[in-house]
């Protein structure tokens, strides 16, 4: 099963509001990603987790701020944030940093 | 420069035909090479890791070249469901660097 899941697929938030995009996969991965997609771009790396700690942040606003809770789970918390930040979020997993990485289906965020 | 860079196409081919992409990266340590596929609105999905010999899974063939720097795809009797956004990606050990996609159109 390589398998991750996302919650929710959509979201809508205002500029004041605080929301949570949640990953999560059951394959023994160590590694753990936070990608943001904009149209017809490619990925872009926004955070890696390795084993459980905080391994890459590729300069991403504190208005986003990832939490890695167990080797399972994946936090994106999202506060204040701006309409240039509406994209697709993607997770992704790997057995180590450095292996195939698998993608979560992502949760299309629009800011109003 | 780019890490990764890759002609974004389009490439509208018909039923059949064979395709081939490419790919250059610039980082001579990178130590992961793998081809993504994406259709529109979805997550980019494996399609196959690229080994220096050479890979091939049913129609479709991987090559790398370290000297040169650059990796390659092939579609053979290309199908309609191969239509789709192609994404080389190399990994240094440390993040993947994604090229900026290939598109391709099989056309009836």
């Known amino acids: 099963d390589t398998e991750v899941t996302q919650t929710p697929k959509h979201l809508v938030m205002g500029m004041t509001n605080k929301k949570s995009l949640k990953c999560e996969q059951h394959?023994?991965?160590?590694?753990m990603y936070w990608y943001k997609q904009k149209a017809k771009k490619p990925p872009e790396l926004m955070f890696v987790y390795s084993y459980e700690k905080l391994s890459i942040n590729e300069s991403v606003p504190s208005r986003f701020s990832p939490e890695c809770p167990n080797s399972s789970l994946l936090n994106l918390h999202l506060h204040a944030l701006q309409p240039e930040d509406s994209a697709l979020y993607l997770c992704?997993?790997?057995?180590?940093?450095?292996?195939?990485?698998?993608f979560g289906p992502g949760t299309r965020l629009t800011v109003t | 420069r780019k890490e990764v860079e890759q002609d974004p196409g389009p490439f509208n081919v018909p039923e059949g035909a064979t395709v081939a992409f490419n790919c250059t990266y610039s980082?001579?340590?990178?130590?992961?090479f793998f081809w993504y596929r994406q259709d529109c609105r979805k997550e980019p999905k494996l399609l196959m890791s690229v080994y220096s010999s050479g890979n091939e899974d049913g129609r479709f063939t991987a090559q790398l070249n370290r000297a040169s720097q650059y990796i390659s795809l092939l579609i053979r009797d290309s199908k309609l469901s191969d239509s789709a956004t192609y994404l080389c990606?190399?990994?240094?050990?440390?993040?993947?660097?994604f090229g900026t996609g290939t598109s391709l159109t099989v056309i009836p």
């Open positions: 394959m023994g991965h160590r590694a």
């Open positions: 980082n001579s340590a990178s130590q992961s």
């Open positions: 992704a997993s790997s057995p180590q940093a450095g292996y195939e990485q698998y």
């Open positions: 990606v190399v990994d240094t050990g440390n993040q993947f660097y």
